[in-house]
T-cell receptor
Framework: DGGITQSPKYLFRKEGQNVTLSCEQNLNHDAMYWYRQDPGQGLRLIYYSQIVNDFQKGDIAEGYSVSREKKESFPLTVTSAQKNPTAFYLC????????????FGSGTRLTVV | DQQVKQNSPSLSVQEGRISILNCDYTNSMFDYFLWYKKYPAEGPTFLISISSIKDKNEDGRFTVFLNKSAKHLSLHIVPSQPGDSAVYFCAATNNNDMRFGAGTRLTVKP
């Protein structure tokens, strides 16, 4: 079955450490996205990529980095520069040939301790 | 700059009655609108969508209405079922730039 997989589901990080969240899709989607969800707020876009080896900053990119070396993979690194990293992170993918809905992963809950 | 707004953080309805979730947007360039349903600790799942050239789209118990002049859309669920209890996100997009509302938590009571 095609889908999008995020791992791990729960992640704990000490302050000052970088951590990388995995996102893999086998839907043959060109576009991939990282969102952050905080209580009482909508999904806020961190980074997105429309094609391999290319990505753009979203609304809240500071303190995050991404790579898109393969079409299937779009890992997100939460760096120590991110001031408030504790959140629920969602990866999504979509076709790029028009306005179609996104397919979301099941999310990663990151907690900084 | 919140371009998509869901002003009701929560909604509670009785099983069998109609649930109406509302969404407003500010960007007139949006040309496609979607509703997603989300359970706790899971990713959102696509529910229903509507193109800006239409004013209504129906899929079973779910109907989305679009009022372009008012920049408003709504999701109707009828009849509501306890399994519909979830957070519903409204989304609007223009050329794959998708914006989400803050979500409305729907609780359907048996």
């Amino acid at each position: 079955d095609g889908g999008i997989t995020q791992s791990p589901k729960y992640l704990f990080r000490k302050e000052g450490q970088n951590v990388t969240l995995s996102c893999e899709q086998n839907l043959n989607h060109d576009a991939m996205y990282w969102y952050r969800q905080d209580p009482g707020q909508g999904l806020r876009l961190i980074y997105y990529s429309q094609i391999v080896n290319d990505f753009q900053k979203g609304d809240i990119a500071e303190g995050y980095s991404v790579s898109r070396e393969k079409k299937e993979s779009f890992p997100l690194t939460v760096t120590s520069a991110q001031k408030n990293p504790t959140a629920f992170y969602l990866c999504a993918s979509s076709r790029s040939d028009g306005n179609y809905g996104y397919t979301f992963g099941s999310g990663t809950r990151l907690t900084v301790v | 700059d919140q371009q998509v707004k869901q002003n009701s953080p929560s909604l509670s309805v009785q099983e069998g009655r109609i649930s109406i979730l509302n969404c407003d947007y500010t960007n007139s360039m949006f040309d496609y609108f979607l509703w997603y349903k989300k359970y706790p600790a899971e990713g959102p799942t696509f529910l229903i969508s509507i193109s800006s050239i239409k004013d209504k789209n129906e899929d079973g118990r779910f109907t989305v209405f679009l009022n372009k002049s008012a920049k408003h859309l709504s999701l109707h669920i009828v009849p509501s079922q306890p399994g519909d209890s979830a957070v519903y996100f409204c989304a609007a997009t223009n050329n794959n730039d998708m914006r989400f509302g803050a979500g409305t938590r729907l609780t359907v009571k048996p």
